[in-house]
C-alpha cells in the first residue's frame, strides 16, 4: 500500500541539514573518525476508558537530537533537547569528551560493517489516516461506544478500552546516508470483565494486534472490531462457567495470536547476537544460540522456517533504514529448523565478520545512545498448508490456545512458562468448550523440535507488541511477529490454581 | 561531559507561572520536570557504554468545570520554550473541550490544604547531577575491576544516578517543589568460563555509601560457593528470601494494591460478594508492611505529583500531601492505595501510593547468613527475575532464580543448584513466612527501572514453589 502521509512539517521546518552540518563538521575538528546525527520528534497520545468513562487521556510530545561518534576507537555519546545548530556542536563536543573519557576503560577498538551510502532519502510507513489529525473527542466516542456494546451485554462487569498511539518522526545521516523518516503505530484494546457470585473473576481481551497502521485500523481497515467485540461476552461467559484444567502433556493447536509472543520471547531475543555474544549478560541476559551453534543448533523441527525483516508492510519495526543508515531488509534466522542467522547492528556485523548489518540499530529517543533491537521476526507458513481447523482436525485430544496474556522466560531463553485469553479443549478433532487455569511450559528447543506442522498461509497473522524493553539505560522498542497456527505434541500444561496452592 | 552547557533552558518556576497566567478556561495545573541522569556500563572488567543527558518536561493539566462536572485534558512536551507555553496550555484547554467528563473529579487542593507539608525551595534552581558523581565510586570500581581479574572473575554491571526536580503548581495557589535523586548500582560477577554468576545491588542517593570492595569480596564469595555445583528437582522447598528478592515480590503485591480495581471485584484484593479484603490476616507472623516519604535513606515524595489520571491516580490529587501509611500492620490488610475519588468510593482513608516500601517485624534481627545458620535443609535464593502476574484471582506471579540459587545443609551453604522457573503469590507466601530477620535496605533487582527505594529483612518462607528447572546458568 501506498502511503498518504506526508512527513509532519512541523518537524521538517526545523533547520534539520544545518544542525547536523554543525555536529558532524565539529566533532570531525575533534578528531571523531565516525559521526552520526539524530533529530526526533516522537508524539504519543494514551486514552483509556473505565467502563465508559474517560479515565486517562495523555499528550506526549519529545523532541531533541543525539550526537554519536567514535573517537580513537571508543563509543561517545550525547544528547541535546533543544533544535539549535549551538546546542548540536555542543553535543558533539560533549560525545567526544565522553569517548575520550572512556576510552582509558576501553579494551574493544570500535570498528563499523560497510554500508552502501544511500543518499539523500525519504520513508514514510504505510497508513492512511494519521491518527494524530483525529479529535480526541472521536476517539473517546468510538472507544466508550466499544464499551457500552460490552457493558449491555449479560454478565459483563466491567470495561477497560483503550487506544495508544505514536508518531515518529526522525531525521539521520552520517554523510553518506541522509534518511527523513516517519512512521505511525496504534494500539487499541478492551478488556472484559466479568465477576461471579462467589468472587472467582475472568477477563477476555480482544486479539486484534497493535499495528503499524493509521487511524482506519479502528473503523475497518485491517480489523473487524465489530465482529470482534460482538464476540466477547459469549467466550467470557463460557470460560468463567468453564472447568479447570487437568494438568499434564497435551497436544497443542497454537493460534498466532498467541504463539508471536511465544516467538518473540523464545526465538526474537535468542536470535540477537549482542545477546549471543554476552553484552547484556548482567541484564537482559544471555542467549543458549551461542555464535559457536551457528549452522549448527537444530532450533525446531525441519518444517521450522523464521526470518527477520524490517520490511513486512505494517510491521511495528518495519522502517526505511536504521538509526546507522542500514536498508531495511529480509533474511533467514533459521532454515530448515536449523539456526542460520542472528540480528546484527554495524559492529557487532564487523565484530563477527558476517558481512553487512542487517539493520538492527534503533534507539527509543533521542536522549538514548542507539543499541541492537530487535527486527520484525517471523514464523513463515507453509506453502499450500493446512487451515486452523485442519490442524484441529488432526488433534485427539489436545487443547487449542487463542490470544497472549502472561509471558516469562529465563536469561539465556531457555525455559519459558505462557498462558493465554482463552484455551479451547479438543477431544477427537473437534473443539469441545473452553478450560480454565492453563499455562504452558517448556524448554525453547524441546518446544520447536516437537512442531509437527505449520498451518498455510491463511492463517498468518501478524501480532506484536509496542513495550520490548532492552538496555540500561531502559529503552523500550515495537515489534510486530507473524506466524500461523501450528501444532505441537506433547507440551506441559500446568493448572495455575494448583500452581499457587500450597 | 565537562562542557558547560551552551543555553541554559528556561527557569522550570517561569515555565510553571508562564503557563498558570496564560489559561484561559477554567483550572489549570502545571508540572514542570527538570531531569538530569548519568551512568557506567561495564562488561568483563571493561567499561563498555556511559553517558549523560538532561530532560526538560513541561505537563499541562486544563481543567474545564460546568454543572457539577470536569473535563480534563493534559499535554506533555519535551524541552519546552518560554515562547511556547501559551501555545501549549492551549492545546491542553482545547483537549479538554473534547474530553468528557472525568470520573475523579475532586475540588483541587489549595494551600489550606497543606497543613505542615514541605513546600520545597521554589525559588531554588532545579538540582543537576554530573558524571562527577560517580568520581570517587569509579576510581573504586576500577580498583575491583583489578581484584576480579587477578581472580579469574569477570565484572559486569551497571551505575545510574538521576535527579528530577519538580515544580508543581496550580490555579489554586499551590506551589510546590521536590527533588528526587535516585542512583543503583548492579553489580554481576562470573567465573572466566560463563558457567558461574553471583549478583549484588545497592539503591543510593548519591554513591558516597558504595562500598564497593565489600560487595566485589562478597561476589567472590558466592562463586566460591559455586564450586561445587548440585542437581535439584522441582518442588516445593523451605527457602530462605534475601532482601532484594523479598522486595521484588512485595512491590508487585503493592502495585496491585489499587482500591478501584479491588471495589471491582478484580484482584486478590477484593472480598468475594463486594468491598475489600481490608481487615483480613494475611501473614501468620505480625508483620508490617508501610511506606513512609519521610523514611530515611529512602526520601520520596511528599505530595502527589500526578502527570495524568489512571486507575490508580488522579490529576485532581496533584499536591495531596502524603503520610505514612500502613498497608498491612501486624500481619492484617490495612489500607490499598487511593486516590480522594476511590476513598468515597471505598469510605476508606485517602491513601495514595508513595514511593518507598518497607518490611518488617517487630523485634527481628539478624542477616541472611544468620537465617542460613539456623536452617538445616532449605535453599537461599539470590535473586529474582523476569517476575510476571500468571492469574490476577490470586495474584500467582512466575519468574526465575538467578545468579545463585544455594543449598544449605546443617546451617552451611554447601554448593549451587540449579536455576528454577518458580509460580507463587506473594499474598499467599506471606502467611508461610515462618521467620524474619532484620530489615535492611534493599535494591529490587526486577523493578529497578521503576522503584529503587525499599527496605526488606531476609525471610524464612515454608513450600516455595520451584515449578520447573531451568537450564539457564
Known sequence: MQTTGRIDPEFTAYPLRGLADAALQRAAQLGASHADFRAERIRGQQIGLSDGNLETQFDSDDLGLAVRVVVDGTWGFASAVDLTAEAAAHAAAEAVDVARVASAMNTEPIELADEPAHGEVTWVSAYEIDPFEVGVADKIALLANWSGTLLRADGVDHVDASLYQVKECKFYTDGATTALQQRVRVHPSVTAVSVGADGRFETMRTLAPPAGRGYEYLTGTGWDFGAELAEIPDLLAAKLGAPSVQAGRYDLVIDPSNLFLTIHESIGHATELDRALGYEAAYAGTSFATFDKLGKLQYGSPIMHVTGDRTAEHGLATIGYDDEGVLGQSWDLIAGGVLTGYQLDRRIARLTGLGRSNGCAFADSPGHMPIQRMANVSLQPAAGGPSTEQLIAGVTDGIYIVGDKSWSIDMQRYNFQFTGQRFFRIKNGQLSGQLRDVAYQATTTDFWNSMEAVGGPQTYVLGGAFNCGKGQPGQVAPVSHGCPAVFMRGIRILNTVEEAGA | ?473
Request: aromatic share 6%.
Open chain 2, 1 to 473: 561531559m565537562s562542557a558547560q552547557s551552551p543555553e541554559l533552558g528556561p527557569a522550570p518556576q517561569e515555565l510553571v507561572e508562564r503557563a498558570l497566567a496564560a489559561a484561559q478556561s477554567g483550572e489549570c495545573i502545571a508540572i514542570a520536570d527538570e531531569g538530569s541522569s548519568a551512568n557506567l556500563r561495564w562488561a568483563g572488567n571493561s567499561l563498555t557504554t556511559n553517558g549523560v543527558s538532561r530532560s526538560r518536561q513541561l505537563t499541562i493539566i486544563a481543567i474545564s468545570r460546568r454543572d457539577g462536572e470536569a473535563r480534563v485534558g493534559v499535554v506533555s512536551r519535551a524541552g519546552v520554550h518560554a515562547g511556547q507555553v501559551p501555545d501549549l496550555v492551549a492545546e491542553a484547554e482545547h483537549a479538554a473541550t473534547e474530553a468528557t467528563p472525568a470520573e475523579d473529579t475532586q475540588p483541587l487542593i489549595t494551600p489550606s490544604d497543606i497543613l505542615s507539608g514541605d513546600a520545597g525551595k521554589w525559588d531554588d534552581s532545579p538540582g543537576a547531577t554530573q558524571i562527577g558523581v560517580f568520581a570517587g565510586f569509579a576510581e573504586s570500581l576500577g580498583h575491583a575491576f583489578a581484584t576480579a581479574a587477578s581472580a579469574g572473575r569477570k565484572l559486569y554491571g551497571f551505575a545510574e544516578h538521576q535527579l528530577t526536580s519538580t515544580y508543581l503548581g496550580t490555579s489554586t495557589g499551590l506551589r510546590l517543589r521536590h527533588d528526587q535523586p535516585t542512583g543503583r548500582l548492579e553489580l554481576n560477577a562470573k567465573s572466566a568460563d560463563m558457567t558461574r554468576s553471583a549478583w549484588t545491588g545497592t539503591g543510593t542517593k548519591n554513591f558516597a555509601d558504595v562500598d564497593v570492595a565489600g560487595l566485589e569480596a562478597d561476589l567472590g564469595q558466592r562463586l566460591g560457593w559455586a564450586e561445587r555445583s548440585i542437581e535439584l528437582p522441582a518442588g516445593r522447598y523451605e527457602t530462605l528470601l534475601p532482601p532484594t528478592a523479598l522486595a521484588d515480590l512485595m512491590i508487585y503485591m503493592y502495585w496491585s494494591a489499587g482500591a478501584k480495581d479491588a471495589l471491582d471485584g478484580r484482584t486478590v484484593f477484593s472480598k468475594p460478594g463486594g468491598g475489600t479484603r481490608i481487615g483480613d490476616q494475611l501473614a501468620s507472623l505480625p508483620l508490617s508492611l508501610r511506606s513512609d516519604p519521610a523514611a530515611s535513606g529512602l526520601e520520596c515524595a511528599p505530595f502527589v505529583i500526578a502527570h495524568a489520571s489512571s486507575r490508580d491516580s488522579s490529576v485532581f490529587d496533584n499536591g495531596l500531601p502524603k503520610a505514612s501509611t500502613d498497608w498491612i500492620a501486624n500481619g492484617v490488610l490495612t489500607a490499598l492505595t487511593q486516590t480522594r475519588h476511590t476513598a468515597k468510593l471505598s469510605g476508606h482513608p485517602v491513601t495514595p501510593s508513595i514511593d518507598n516500601l518497607m518490611l518488617t517485624a517487630p523485634g527481628a534481627t539478624g542477616s541472611t547468613a544468620d537465617l542460613v545458620k539456623r536452617t538445616s535443609r532449605g535453599l537461599l535464593l539470590t535473586c529474582l527475575w523476569y517476575i510476571r502476574e500468571v492469574d490476577p484471582q490470586t495474584l500467582l506471579l512466575t519468574g526465575l532464580t538467578r545468579d545463585g540459587v544455594y543449598l544449605v545443609e546443617n546451617g552451611e551453604v554447601t554448593g549451587a543448584v540449579n536455576n528454577f522457573r518458580f509460580n507463587e503469590s506473594p499474598v499467599g507466601m506471606l502467611s508461610r513466612i515462618t521467620e524474619v530477620g532484620g530489615t535492611v535496605p534493599a535494591l529490587p533487582r526486577e523493578w529497578a527501572d521503576y522503584f529503587t527505594r525499599a527496605a526488606m529483612p531476609p525471610v524464612r518462607v515454608d513450600g516455595f514453589n520451584m515449578s520447573s528447572v531451568s537450564q539457564a546458568s
